[in-house]
């Protein structure tokens, strides 16, 4: 029988669950829980997230492969928002029975994919028919206590910090919905673009190089000196992920515009408001955003280089300005009523 035509109702849960087995490490799985081993002074980091067919992805924007990339990078991208490092993720799955077994095939085979760039193992997870598919990650993490990144650590006065671009994910998608759009755009610039969307980078990368920073900007001879460090990363947008910051630390900032860092491709193709709604609301970005004292903010992006930008500073306001060097154009007010929200 040709695979593409097997179906999940054909092999049932456990033929499905054998299956899937092979991509987990063998003496991992098979218990009714994993067992996971955490160094001496660490803390465990907990996070899960659940993606549903026709709200956060289609089979006419993502391919089942890209899908499990997103599904995975998405969790990875919040333990790095906690300055944690990966230990595995467990898969939790809603099927119809329609639903082709290669699908799930290529579904784990993208999350594999993006999983082996961190050495981050499946260990288990739990199979269901659904009416809709459904996939339900959590990830697990460990983390240094001193070297935890929380939501409510800013300081008046601290850098905001971004890494990578932001906006290209949004864009990406709406190239996918609306192929007509960018027509002046090149290939290279739309395959950017899209590839934003479809194989997010979770910034696991950057945490080693701030925190040897930390280290070396610590006023005592201690390495686990603990250098306030607040954020999260941009998954909602990058107005979403500064506001929630500064209400969870009860501080204002004033964002830059012209310091958002912005793909190459927006130049060439949307206006400058048009750029800045992507950045701001379009969500998806997976980068860090990260308030802290500014001279480790100057020191971070000077060896970041084009991989992170300072683009604003906090404020004892309590609201979150968006400024604009022209003269001509009002201060505006961050908002978290214009990026998405479920049931908004």
């Keep these: 029988m040709n695979s593409e ?3 999940v109702g054909d092999i049932g849960e456990q033929g499905l669950l054998e299956r899937l087995q ?4 063998p003496d991992i799985v098979g218990d009714d829980a994993a067992v996971l081993s955490t160094e001496p002074g660490k803390s465990l980091v907990v996070t899960t997230d659940v993606l549903i067919d026709g709200v956060h992805f289609s089979d006419i924007t993502t391919s089942p492969e890209d899908v499990g990339w997103r599904a995975a990078a998405a969790n990875l991208s919040d333990v790095a928002a906690m300055g944690a490092t990966p230990l595995g993720i467990t898969v939790g799955l809603g099927l119809p029975g329609k639903v082709a077994v290669s699908w799930v095939d290529r579904l784990y085979q993208g999350m594999s994919q993006c999983l082996q760039k961190y050495n981050t193992p499946i260990v288990g997870g739990d199979i269901v028919r659904s009416p809709t598919t459904t996939i339900a990650i959590t990830a697990l993490g460990q983390v240094n206590p001193l070297q935890t990144i929380r939501r409510d650590n800013a300081k008046v006065g601290d850098a905001i910090v971004v890494t990578g671009i932001h906006g290209a994910s949004a864009a990406g998608l709406q190239l996918l919905l609306h192929p007509e759009l960018g027509k002046n755009l090149s290939v290279s610039d739309r395959t ?17 190089i701030l925190w040897k920073i930390l280290v070396t900007q610590s006023p005592v001879p201690n390495p686990q000196y603990p250098i306030p460090i607040s954020g999260m990363d941009s998954s909602d947008g990058l107005a979403d992920a500064i506001i929630q910051i500064c209400r969870n630390s009860k501080v204002g900032a004033v964002v830059e515009s012209t310091q958002i860092p912005l793909p190459e491709a927006f130049h060439s193709w949307l206006t400058k408001e048009q750029a ?5 609301y379009g969500g998806e970005d997976f980068e860090l ?8 903010a ?5 060896i970041l280089g084009k991989n992170a930008a300072i683009v604003g500073t906090t404020t004892n306001e309590s609201t979150v300005i968006l400024r604009d060097q022209d003269k001509k154009n009002p201060n505006q007010v961050l ?4 990026g998405f929200q479920h049931f908004g």
């Design 5 to 7: 035509s097997v179906l």
């Design 22 to 25: 092979r991509y987990c490490p």
């Design 192 to 208: 950017t673009l899209i590839k934003a969307h479809q194989r997010p980078q979770p910034r696991l990368d950057v945490l080693p």
């Design 276 to 280: 800045l709604e992507y950045a701001l």
């Design 289 to 296: 955003v990260l308030c802290m004292p500014k001279e480790v």
């Design 298 to 302: 100057e020191k971070f992006v000077q």
């Design 335 to 338: 908002t978290l009523n214009r």
